[in-house]
């Protein structure tokens, strides 16, 4: 399980959520080379951070999107999607926030609602304890995952290089 940096600083349960399983846990905070070997010897990531999902492709590892929260900046993972040819769909995985920690007014608000929508779905995932969280995330782990085919990667690689070499001249 890759959860995205924010989650795995102000989240709470999914870590022990992940032990009760005996899920792997991959802390987004970790050393890139230590994240890279951890997503290499999976046979499936289950994954919020657009990183874990992308890296898992490269690795050639099955992955599942999931989301903590809406609000998440969706274009970016639209915009992954898209070249793939896919639709984003995360399936929904409410964990428990540190409250204190994880709301914070230095993000900009876009409207009042924004502040008092925030503050009841953190109220609502609060509840969920590691025992439900781990029961979600066996429900995910048995969703159909998602991988590109090895042609894919290497017409994206080609691509790739085609540009760079067109840019160096």
């Known amino acids: 399980v890759f959860p995205h940096y924010t989650s795995a600083k102000y989240g709470a349960g999914l870590k022990q959520a992940c032990d ?98 925030g503050f009841r779905n953190l109220y609502s995932r609060q509840q969920n304890s590691p025992e439900k969280i781990a029961y979600a995330l066996l429900e995910l782990s048995i969703k159909q995952p998602l991988l590109t085919t090895d042609s894919f990667i290497l017409n994206t690689e080609k691509r790739m290089e085609e540009a760079i070499r067109e840019r160096l001249g």
């Not at 999976?42 to 874990?52: K, M």
């Open 20 to 117: 009760i399983l005996k899920f792997q846990y991959i802390d987004p905070r970790d050393e890139p080379n230590q994240i890279l070997a951890q997503i290499s010897k999976s046979r499936l990531i289950i994954a919020e951070a657009l990183h874990g999902c992308i890296f898992s492709d490269l690795l050639r590892v099955p992955w599942i999107p999931f989301k903590t929260s809406e609000d998440i900046l969706e274009i970016k993972w639209n915009d992954f999607f898209s070249m793939l040819h896919l639709n984003y769909s995360p399936l929904p995985l409410h964990i428990g926030w540190n409250i204190d920690l994880r709301f914070s007014l230095k993000r900009p608000l876009r409207s009042a609602s924004q502040l008092f929508s």
